[in-house]
């Protein structure tokens, strides 16, 4: 079955970096588009990134461009999302997503930025 496990997430300052890891297992992962969302509790889920398969194509929020990147590494089925210039605003729980046929979702992973 699909499986989606995000980590690296935690407390930094304002300024600080993370990158978030997001192991896949279970589907073609090679083939497949993979995005990054994030969630402020009571509030809808926000797309931040998202790839093409092979990594050629990249979207961003644009309240991350220039600041997030999303590489991927298909021979580790893992995406990544580089967080740079982190802001307070960007204190979120993220969460990797896979769709086929429906939405997967891994369990998330907590960002706090202070400022």
């Known amino acids: 079955q699909v499986q989606l496990v995000e980590s690296g997430g935690g407390l930094v300052q304002a300024g600080d970096s993370l990158r978030l890891s997001c192991a896949a297992s279970?589907?073609?992962?090679?083939?497949?588009?993979m995005s990054w969302y994030r969630q402020t509790p009571g509030r809808e889920r926000e797309l931040v990134a998202k790839i093409t398969h092979s990594g050629g194509s990249t979207n961003y929020a644009d309240s991350v461009k220039g600041r997030f990147t999303i590489p991927r590494d298909n021979a580790k089925n893992t995406v990544y999302l580089q967080m740079n210039s982190l802001k307070p605003e960007d204190t979120d729980v993220y969460y990797c997503?896979?769709?086929?046929?429906?939405?997967?979702w891994g369990q998330g992973t907590q960002v706090t930025v202070s400022s």
């Open positions: 279970g589907f073609t992962f090679s083939s497949s588009l």
């Open positions: 997503n896979y769709w086929r046929m429906r939405d997967y």
